[in-house]
C-alpha cells in the first residue's frame, strides 16, 4: 500500500454573508418563503467552516424575507 493525501479545492469566500444570499437566490429557496412564515433552518456542523456566521446570514436572509426563522440541530447529518 501506498498512502495517498487527497486535497479539496477550498476558494476563500470573502463576503460570506453575500456568498450565502447568492446561493439561497439561485436556489430559488427564497422565492419559497412568505411573509409571516415559520422557517425550520436545520443546522449541522460536521466539517463545516464558518458556521456561525453562515448560519447568522441565512437567518438574516430569511428575515429579509419576511419570515419568522428559528434554528434546529441537525445531528448526525
Known sequence: MV???V???APE??????AVNEALQAGGIL????PGQR???AVGSRGVARIPEITRAV???VRQ???EPFVIPALFC
Do not use: K, N, S, Y
Not at 469566500?13 to 453575500?18: K, M
Not at 422565492?31 to 412568505?34: A, F, L, N
Open 65 to 67: 424575507a419576511g419570515a
Open 59 to 61: 437567518v438574516a436572509a
Open 7 to 9: 486535497r479539496f479545492p
Open 31 to 34: 422565492d419559497r418563503v412568505r
Open 13 to 18: 469566500v470573502t463576503d460570506l454573508a453575500a
Open 39 to 41: 422557517v425550520a433552518i
Open 3 to 5: 498512502p495517498a493525501e
